[in-house]
């Protein structure tokens, strides 16, 4: 039986599209189908009381530093996006929006290359329908309720299943947190 990997991400965190960097040679490594579940980092920080790195200097400075360390292991393209933090919800509407029209393939890369290697401000409007659009992706359909209850619930569903953060991943009820997890992960579907 093929496994699959469910992804739990958010386009707003770095440590999010350094996992997606690995993930497809992972997925081919393996033989793993790759599930991507959008979710709201905000909301998974309400509902469990967590917070950004960036709002404790000395975590927020760790992270700077642990981030450039991966960008050089998996040597992916990063630029730290001077519009950062920011809200997301918007995009993260357009990522469910982009599922329900059969076009996330073409805007899943797209998101994190504009977060971040090209630096765009993400959180203003004309932007994020313009990524959606070149995407093919019907930008109006990010304000129905169908794409709002999506994605509220996939970050409910996260919460539930135990996620604190992203990115998370599951490989049936097992979840492990982080890209620096993906070891793992690559066991528990190979297992």
Do not use: C
Not at 111 to 131: H, Y
């Amino acid at each position: 039986m093929i496994k699959q990997i469910e992804f739990y991400f958010d386009y707003i965190s770095p440590y999010s599209y350094l996992a997606d960097s690995q993930l497809g040679m992972l997925g081919e490594r393996t033989g793993a189908r790759i599930i991507y579940r959008p979710v709201s980092l905000g909301g998974i920080f309400k509902a469990t009381g967590n917070a950004s790195p960036i709002a404790n200097p000395a975590k927020g400075k760790y992270v700077r530093d642990d981030i450039a360390r991966w960008i050089r292991r998996y040597r992916v393209a990063f630029g730290n996006n001077p519009h950062f933090p920011f809200n997301t919800l918007r995009l993260m509407r357009g990522a469910v929006a982009a599922q329900l029209q059969g076009r996330f393939e073409s805007l899943h890369p797209a998101a994190f290359r504009a977060m971040w290697v090209e630096g765009q401000n993400l959180a203003d409007k004309e932007v994020v329908s313009a990524l959606l659009s070149r995407a093919g992706v019907d930008s109006s359909a990010i304000e129905s309720e169908q794409v709002a209850a999506q994605l509220r619930a996939n970050t409910d569903e996260a919460v539930r299943r135990g996620a604190f953060g992203v990115p998370t991943f599951f490989v049936e009820e097992e979840m492990f947190w982080g890209n620096d997890r993906l070891d793992f992960v690559e066991q528990a579907v190979t297992a």
